[in-house]
C-alpha cells in the first residue's frame, strides 16, 4: 500500500474549494490525467457512484468509485469499487483567517503489478507531483478568475 499526500492552498473559500475537488464532474477541469468522468447516481454525494476515466504514464484507466464521505467545505472521501487497482481518496479541507482555503489531499493506493516492476517510491513521487501541479495551476486559474471579476466590478 503506498501513501501519497499534499497539502495545498485555495484563494476561495472551502465551500468553492469543496464544490471544484469533491465533485468528479468537475475533475476533467482540474486534473490533467483524467480524461472523462461520468456520475452514476445523479448528482455528487455520500453513496453516489461515478466513473473516471485517467491517462497515465501511457497507460488508459477506468474505475468505478463511490463516494463514501460528502460533508460540503469539510471533507470527502472516495474509493474504488472497480478498475485496475484499488484506491481510497481524501481532501480535507480548513478555513485560513483570511476566508481562503487548506485543503489537505490524501490518497492510499494498492496498485498491484499494474505499473509492472516500477517502484512503489516512483508511483508515489508520480502522484503527488502530480497533484502538486494540478493544484498550482487550479490556485493560479482560480486568482486570475477573482482578478478578472474585480475588474468588472
Known sequence: ?????HTFD????????FARLSDPARDPEWQSACVATRLLDGPARAGGRYEI????IGKRMTFTVEISEYEPGLSSRFHVLDGPF???GTYAYTEHPDG???VHWTFDVD???YFGV????LVKKLLVSQVKKDSGKLA?????????RRGRS
Not at 140 to 148: E, H
Open 1 to 5: 500500500m503506498i501513501r501519497a499526500e
Open 10 to 17: 485555495l484563494p476561495v473559500p472551502p465551500g468553492e474549494a
Open 53 to 56: 476515466t485517467f491517462q497515465l
Open 86 to 88: 484499488h484506491y481510497v
Open 100 to 102: 481562503t482555503t487548506g
Open 111 to 113: 496498485p498491484g503489478d
Open 118 to 121: 516500477m517502484p512503489q517510491s
Open 140 to 148: 493560479a486559474d482560480l486568482r486570475g478568475a477573482a482578478v478578472s
